[in-house]
Protein backbone atom coordinates (compact mmCIF):
# COMPACT_ATOMS: atom_id res chain seq x y z
CA UNK A 1 0.00 0.00 0.00
CA UNK A 2 1.06 3.59 -1.08
CA UNK A 3 1.04 6.22 1.22
CA UNK A 4 1.01 10.03 0.15
CA UNK A 5 0.28 12.84 2.47
CA UNK A 6 1.20 16.15 2.61
CA UNK A 7 1.89 16.73 6.09
CA UNK A 8 3.00 12.89 7.26
CA UNK A 9 5.35 10.62 6.02
CA UNK A 10 4.95 7.06 6.21
CA UNK A 11 8.03 4.00 6.04
CA UNK A 12 6.53 0.74 6.76
CA UNK A 13 9.06 -2.13 6.92
CA UNK A 14 8.68 -5.80 9.20
CA UNK A 15 5.29 -4.67 9.99
CA UNK A 16 6.12 -1.75 11.59
CA UNK A 17 4.63 1.29 10.14
CA UNK A 18 6.74 4.62 11.23
CA UNK A 19 4.78 7.96 10.59
CA UNK A 20 6.74 10.96 10.74
CA UNK A 21 4.87 14.33 11.92
CA UNK A 22 6.47 17.48 9.66
CA UNK A 23 3.78 20.51 10.19
CA UNK A 24 6.13 23.91 10.26
CA UNK A 25 6.76 25.76 12.21
CA UNK A 26 5.04 23.75 15.28
CA UNK A 27 3.49 20.95 14.12
CA UNK A 28 0.44 22.90 15.53
CA UNK A 29 -2.84 20.69 15.26
CA UNK A 30 -5.18 22.36 12.53
CA UNK A 31 -7.79 21.18 10.27
CA UNK A 32 -5.03 20.01 7.87
CA UNK A 33 -3.07 17.80 10.19
CA UNK A 34 -6.11 15.98 12.27
CA UNK A 35 -7.04 15.32 8.49
CA UNK A 36 -4.39 13.96 7.64
CA UNK A 37 -3.87 11.95 10.97
CA UNK A 38 -7.32 10.88 11.01
CA UNK A 39 -6.56 9.46 7.35
CA UNK A 40 -3.40 7.61 7.80
CA UNK A 41 -5.25 6.01 10.96
CA UNK A 42 -7.86 4.74 8.67
CA UNK A 43 -5.08 3.53 5.94
CA UNK A 44 -3.02 1.77 8.13
CA UNK A 45 -5.81 -0.25 10.04
CA UNK A 46 -6.78 -1.36 6.67
CA UNK A 47 -2.63 -2.40 5.62
CA UNK A 48 -2.67 -6.37 6.75
CA UNK A 49 1.58 -5.18 6.41
CA UNK A 50 1.24 -3.48 9.49
CA UNK A 51 1.01 -4.30 12.89
CA UNK A 52 2.52 -1.57 15.43
CA UNK A 53 2.04 2.22 14.64
CA UNK A 54 5.23 4.08 15.30
CA UNK A 55 4.66 8.56 15.56
CA UNK A 56 7.19 10.28 15.41
CA UNK A 57 8.08 14.06 14.71
CA UNK A 58 10.85 15.27 12.25
CA UNK A 59 10.91 18.42 14.31
CA UNK A 60 13.39 17.39 17.86
CA UNK A 61 11.51 20.87 19.54
CA UNK A 62 7.68 19.89 18.60
CA UNK A 63 5.57 16.59 18.63
CA UNK A 64 2.65 18.36 18.48
CA UNK A 65 2.53 21.48 19.72
CA UNK A 66 -1.22 21.84 20.86
CA UNK A 67 -4.45 22.03 19.24
CA UNK A 68 -5.36 25.14 16.76
CA UNK A 69 -6.92 28.03 18.97
CA UNK A 70 -7.78 30.20 16.64
CA UNK A 71 -9.84 26.82 15.08
CA UNK A 72 -11.48 26.74 18.95
CA UNK A 73 -12.27 30.19 18.61
CA UNK A 74 -14.92 29.61 15.52
CA UNK A 75 -16.74 27.19 17.54
CA UNK A 76 -19.82 28.34 18.58
CA UNK A 77 -20.02 30.55 22.01
CA UNK A 78 -23.92 29.68 22.80
CA UNK A 79 -23.84 25.68 22.91
CA UNK A 80 -25.11 24.70 25.84
CA UNK A 81 -26.86 21.41 24.58
CA UNK A 82 -25.47 18.28 25.69
CA UNK A 83 -23.81 16.16 22.60
CA UNK A 84 -25.52 13.21 21.57
CA UNK A 85 -22.26 11.22 20.03
CA UNK A 86 -18.30 11.77 19.98
CA UNK A 87 -17.05 15.27 17.90
CA UNK A 88 -14.83 14.41 14.65
CA UNK A 89 -11.55 14.69 17.18
CA UNK A 90 -12.85 12.03 19.51
CA UNK A 91 -13.90 9.74 16.36
CA UNK A 92 -9.97 10.23 15.51
CA UNK A 93 -8.46 9.00 18.36
CA UNK A 94 -10.83 6.29 19.23
CA UNK A 95 -9.84 4.73 15.90
CA UNK A 96 -6.33 4.39 17.47
CA UNK A 97 -7.35 3.21 20.56
CA UNK A 98 -9.50 0.39 19.08
CA UNK A 99 -7.94 -0.56 15.61
CA UNK A 100 -6.28 -4.09 16.14
CA UNK A 101 -3.03 -2.62 15.54
CA UNK A 102 -0.63 -1.09 18.47
CA UNK A 103 0.15 2.15 17.94
CA UNK A 104 3.22 3.71 20.06
CA UNK A 105 4.20 7.66 20.28
CA UNK A 106 7.90 8.39 20.20
CA UNK A 107 8.35 11.80 21.69
CA UNK A 108 11.28 14.06 22.09
CA UNK A 109 9.84 17.50 21.86
CA UNK A 110 6.78 19.69 22.67
CA UNK A 111 2.97 17.83 22.87
CA UNK A 112 0.71 20.75 24.74
CA UNK A 113 -3.13 20.46 24.61
CA UNK A 114 -4.49 18.84 21.98
CA UNK A 115 -0.59 17.13 21.51
CA UNK A 116 -0.77 15.34 24.70
CA UNK A 117 -4.27 14.52 24.12
CA UNK A 118 -3.22 12.68 20.66
CA UNK A 119 -0.24 10.87 22.61
CA UNK A 120 -2.36 9.67 25.80
CA UNK A 121 -5.30 8.01 22.60
CA UNK A 122 -2.22 5.82 21.77
CA UNK A 123 -1.56 2.52 23.05
CA UNK A 124 1.87 3.49 24.51
CA UNK A 125 4.27 6.64 25.38
CA UNK A 126 8.01 7.32 25.68
CA UNK A 127 9.62 10.22 26.04
CA UNK A 128 13.44 11.52 25.45
CA UNK A 129 15.07 12.86 28.94
CA UNK A 130 15.64 16.64 28.60
CA UNK A 131 14.22 16.95 25.44
CA UNK A 132 10.32 15.83 25.74
CA UNK A 133 7.57 17.96 27.56
CA UNK A 134 3.99 17.68 28.12
CA UNK A 135 1.42 20.00 29.30
CA UNK A 136 -2.16 20.16 29.55
CA UNK A 137 -2.41 24.19 29.45
CA UNK A 138 -6.17 24.45 28.40
CA UNK A 139 -7.34 25.87 32.01
CA UNK A 140 -5.61 29.24 31.85
CA UNK A 141 -7.35 30.23 28.76
CA UNK A 142 -10.71 29.56 29.92
CA UNK A 143 -11.24 26.48 28.50
CA UNK A 144 -10.79 22.81 29.93
CA UNK A 145 -8.90 19.37 27.74
CA UNK A 146 -11.86 18.46 25.48
CA UNK A 147 -9.88 15.68 23.61
CA UNK A 148 -10.04 13.40 26.24
CA UNK A 149 -7.72 14.65 28.32
CA UNK A 150 -10.52 14.71 31.40
CA UNK A 151 -10.93 11.53 30.74
CA UNK A 152 -7.66 9.74 29.22
CA UNK A 153 -5.39 11.30 32.19
CA UNK A 154 -7.25 10.26 35.31
CA UNK A 155 -7.32 6.30 34.45
CA UNK A 156 -3.74 6.72 33.55
CA UNK A 157 -2.10 8.29 36.69
CA UNK A 158 -5.10 9.25 38.82
CA UNK A 159 -7.37 11.54 39.94
CA UNK A 160 -5.32 13.41 42.05
CA UNK A 161 -2.17 13.82 39.83
CA UNK A 162 -4.94 14.75 36.80
CA UNK A 163 -6.08 17.80 38.78
CA UNK A 164 -2.43 18.87 39.03
CA UNK A 165 -1.71 18.60 35.17
CA UNK A 166 -4.87 20.03 34.02
CA UNK A 167 -5.71 22.60 36.92
CA UNK A 168 -1.88 23.10 37.37
CA UNK A 169 -1.06 24.23 33.73
CA UNK A 170 2.45 23.74 33.90
CA UNK A 171 5.36 21.97 31.59
CA UNK A 172 5.81 18.16 32.99
CA UNK A 173 9.65 16.78 31.56
CA UNK A 174 10.01 13.41 30.81
CA UNK A 175 11.58 12.29 34.05
CA UNK A 176 7.98 13.54 36.09
CA UNK A 177 5.97 12.08 33.79
CA UNK A 178 7.15 8.38 34.21
CA UNK A 179 6.64 8.61 37.45
CA UNK A 180 3.48 9.89 37.66
CA UNK A 181 2.40 7.34 34.88
CA UNK A 182 1.81 9.83 32.07
CA UNK A 183 4.40 8.18 30.07
CA UNK A 184 5.45 4.05 29.82
CA UNK A 185 9.23 5.27 30.53
CA UNK A 186 11.73 7.48 29.88
CA UNK A 187 15.09 7.59 28.63
CA UNK A 188 17.86 8.95 27.49
CA UNK A 189 17.48 10.71 24.00
CA UNK A 190 20.28 8.38 22.56
CA UNK A 191 18.67 5.25 23.69
CA UNK A 192 14.74 6.24 22.68
CA UNK A 193 15.02 5.66 19.21
CA UNK A 194 16.85 2.38 19.13
CA UNK A 195 14.48 0.88 22.46
CA UNK A 196 11.24 2.06 20.84
CA UNK A 197 12.30 0.52 17.36
CA UNK A 198 13.40 -2.87 18.90
CA UNK A 199 10.15 -3.04 20.89
CA UNK A 200 7.82 -2.51 17.57
CA UNK A 201 9.93 -4.97 15.89
CA UNK A 202 9.43 -7.24 18.42
CA UNK A 203 6.10 -6.63 18.95
CA UNK A 204 5.54 -7.09 15.66
CA UNK A 205 6.50 -10.18 15.20
CA UNK A 206 4.01 -12.11 16.83
CA UNK A 207 0.63 -12.99 15.21
CA UNK A 208 -1.76 -10.41 14.40
CA UNK A 209 -5.00 -12.23 15.92
CA UNK A 210 -2.98 -12.50 19.57
CA UNK A 211 -2.13 -8.48 19.10
CA UNK A 212 -5.60 -7.74 17.72
CA UNK A 213 -7.41 -10.03 21.17
CA UNK A 214 -4.79 -9.18 24.32
CA UNK A 215 -5.78 -5.27 23.06
CA UNK A 216 -9.69 -6.03 22.10
CA UNK A 217 -9.77 -8.09 26.15
CA UNK A 218 -7.68 -5.17 27.78
CA UNK A 219 -9.89 -2.00 26.51
CA UNK A 220 -13.34 -3.90 27.09
CA UNK A 221 -12.22 -4.73 30.54
CA UNK A 222 -11.20 -0.89 31.31
CA UNK A 223 -15.44 -0.27 30.62
CA UNK A 224 -16.57 -3.43 32.42
CA UNK A 225 -17.64 -4.40 36.13
CA UNK A 226 -14.28 -7.28 37.00
CA UNK A 227 -16.60 -10.71 36.71
CA UNK A 228 -18.05 -9.05 33.04
CA UNK A 229 -14.38 -8.36 31.88
CA UNK A 230 -13.24 -11.45 32.61
CA UNK A 231 -15.96 -12.85 30.91
CA UNK A 232 -14.98 -11.07 27.93
CA UNK A 233 -11.28 -11.93 28.21
CA UNK A 234 -11.68 -15.49 28.37
CA UNK A 235 -14.23 -15.23 25.04
CA UNK A 236 -11.49 -13.16 23.20
CA UNK A 237 -8.83 -16.01 24.52
CA UNK A 238 -10.99 -19.03 23.02
CA UNK A 239 -10.74 -17.16 19.57
CA UNK A 240 -6.93 -17.37 19.91
CA UNK A 241 -7.27 -20.81 20.36
CA UNK A 242 -9.48 -21.36 17.12
CA UNK A 243 -6.14 -20.05 14.98
CA UNK A 244 -4.23 -23.28 13.48
CA UNK A 245 -1.18 -20.63 14.06
CA UNK A 246 -1.78 -20.79 17.19
CA UNK A 247 -1.73 -24.45 17.77
CA UNK A 248 2.06 -24.09 15.72
CA UNK A 249 3.51 -21.79 17.59
CA UNK A 250 2.66 -23.84 20.77
CA UNK A 251 4.36 -26.97 19.51
CA UNK A 252 7.05 -24.47 18.25
CA UNK A 253 7.53 -23.03 21.85
CA UNK A 254 7.78 -26.74 23.17
CA UNK A 255 10.31 -27.83 20.71
CA UNK A 256 12.51 -25.01 21.58
CA UNK A 257 12.80 -26.14 25.13
CA UNK A 258 9.54 -24.68 26.51
CA UNK A 259 8.86 -25.82 30.46
CA UNK A 260 12.25 -27.41 30.80
CA UNK A 261 14.24 -25.65 34.03
CA UNK A 262 17.74 -25.12 31.99
CA UNK A 263 16.08 -23.38 29.08
CA UNK A 264 12.90 -21.20 30.70
CA UNK A 265 16.01 -19.70 33.45
CA UNK A 266 17.55 -18.16 30.32
CA UNK A 267 14.20 -16.93 29.65
CA UNK A 268 10.86 -17.80 27.64
CA UNK A 269 11.57 -19.44 25.03
CA UNK A 270 9.67 -17.58 22.19
CA UNK A 271 9.19 -19.17 18.54
CA UNK A 272 11.70 -18.48 15.99
Known amino acids: MSYDFQLLSVAVAEGVATVTIEHPPINLFDLALMDEIGRVGEALAADDAVRVIVFESADPEFFIAHADVELIQTLPADNRARPEEISFFHQMLELYRNMPKVSIGKLEGIARGGGSEFLLAL ?7 GRAVLSQPEVAIGIIPG ?26 DAATAER ?93
Open 123 to 129: DMRFAAL
Open 147 to 172: GGGCVRLPRLIGRGRALEVILGCEDF
Open 180 to 272: YGYVNRALAPATLGPFVDNLARRIAGFPAHAIAGAKAAINNGEALPIEAALLEEEHCFNLTLCEPETRALMDRFMANGGQTREVELQGIPLPD
